[in-house]
Nanobody, 120 residues
Framework: QVQLVESGGGLVQAGGSLRLSCAAS????????MGWYRRAPGKQRELVAS???????NYADSVKGRFTISRDNAKNTVNLQMNSLKSEDASVYYC??????????????WGKGTQVTVSS
């Protein structure tokens, strides 16, 4: 079993910053891509940012220049530094990881989500 636990969400004023963290634990052999999605009420799930094991990153156009994704392969963690937050960034943010388990089985795992609220 693999678990992903997010932390760092909360309430912030527009223009402010938050840092989300996600830690993966369990029967992990290696983790390929990690990243963050978000889903706001009434909207489709959106990929916010992803990062490969080698450090190649990908961002949604809406967050480029404001958000930075990073990871620590030794700790199986991924972080999302969010700066210059806007009201449209308010959402539930979900961490995901493309995990290869010790038994050789590969699958995507998800956290339960962390709420980000941006006040204007």
């Amino acid at each position: 079993q693999v678990q992903l636990v997010e932390s760092g969400g909360g309430l912030v004023q527009a223009g402010g910053s938050l840092r989300l963290s996600c830690a993966a634990s369990g029967s992990i052999f290696t983790i390929n891509a990690m990243g963050w999605y978000r889903r706001a009420p009434g909207k489709q799930r959106e990929l916010v940012a992803s990062i490969t094991r080698g450090g190649r990153t990908n961002y949604a156009d809406s967050v480029k220049g404001r958000f930075t994704i990073s990871r620590d392969n030794a700790k199986n963690t991924v972080n999302l530094q969010m700066n210059s937050l806007k009201s449209e960034d308010a959402s539930v943010y979900y961490c995901y990881a493309d995990v290869v388990a010790r038994g050789g089985y590969g699958a995507d795992y998800w956290g339960k989500g962390t709420q980000v609220t941006v006040s204007s």
